[in-house]
């Protein structure tokens, strides 16, 4: 399970920081802190089911963590990408 978790179109190097699971039952959620080396460190949140016997991931969602220190220029960076891109142009 946790491959499919790390097999995106982002793939390389991802080391594992800290991970934790929740949940009882045939439904688990979890969060995991990772470092990724085209990406620098990021969270990973999900929700994985039991499904005939094997997990099965139901949501993930991967943020990156931007330092406060660099937030604003980011932002700036995001908004001139997405200006750009088709997905804003109605």
């Given amino acids: 399970m946790l491959n499919q978790l790390l097999q995106t179109?982002?793939?390389?190097?991802y080391k594992i920081i800290e991970r934790n699971w929740e949940g009882n039952g045939d439904t688990?959620?979890?969060?995991?802190?990772?470092?990724?080396?085209k990406l620098g460190h990021c969270r990973g949140t999900g929700v994985v089911q039991l499904i005939n016997d094997?997990?099965?991931?139901?949501?993930y969602a991967l943020t990156m963590l931007v330092p406060?220190?660099?937030a604003?220029?980011?932002?700036?960076?995001t908004q001139?990408?997405?200006?750009?891109e088709s997905f804003n142009k109605k």
């Fill in 9 to 13: 179109d982002m793939a390389g190097t």
């Fill in 28 to 37: 688990r959620w979890f969060m995991k802190f990772f470092f990724n080396e």
């Fill in 68 to 70: 406060n220190s660099i």
């Fill in 80 to 84: 001139q990408a997405d200006n750009k």
């Fill in 72 to 77: 604003a220029d980011i932002g700036s960076q």
């Fill in 54 to 59: 094997e997990w099965k991931i139901a949501h």
